[in-house]
């Protein structure tokens, strides 16, 4: 089994940032890209960044781009998401989850969720 959980989740005004991270326990993550995912109420999940196996590749949303940065260290087995410029459009539950070596827009290709960390950017 792969299980992931999330964390550094929040309350943040408009333009703050955060860092969130994914950390596996009992697993190693270097043979899987890393996905984050957000879902906002009443809306469906989405694709947030995702980083190859090696962190050579790295994915983004254009919603996001520009604003986080994807990162990982495999000797801690844990990834990273560094949010910065946060929007209240950013308001979501954030999680994450793995694909065996390579990145996918299929979110339902991902397995081992966490159970997520909340992020909200309000003033």
């Known amino acids: 089994q792969l299980q992931l959980v999330e964390s550094g989740g929040g309350l943040v005004q408009p333009g703050g940032s955060l860092r969130l991270s994914c950390a596996a326990s009992?697993?190693?993550?270097?043979?899987?890209?890393i996905g984050w995912f957000r879902q906002a109420p009443g809306k469906e999940r989405e694709g947030v960044s995702c980083?190859?196996?090696?962190?050579?590749?790295?994915n983004y949303a254009d919603s996001v781009k520009g604003r986080f940065t994807i990162s990982r260290d495999n000797a801690k087995n844990t990834v990273y998401l560094q949010m910065n410029n946060l929007k209240p459009e950013d308001t979501a539950n954030y999680y994450c989850?793995?694909?065996?070596?390579?990145?996918?827009?299929?979110?339902?290709?991902?397995?081992?969720w966490g159970q997520g960390t909340q992020v909200t950017v309000s003033s």
């Open positions: 009992g697993f190693t993550l270097d043979s899987y890209a």
């Open positions: 980083i190859s196996r090696r962190g050579g590749s790295r």
């Open positions: 989850a793995a694909r065996f070596v390579a990145c996918s827009g299929d979110v339902g290709s991902y397995t081992g």
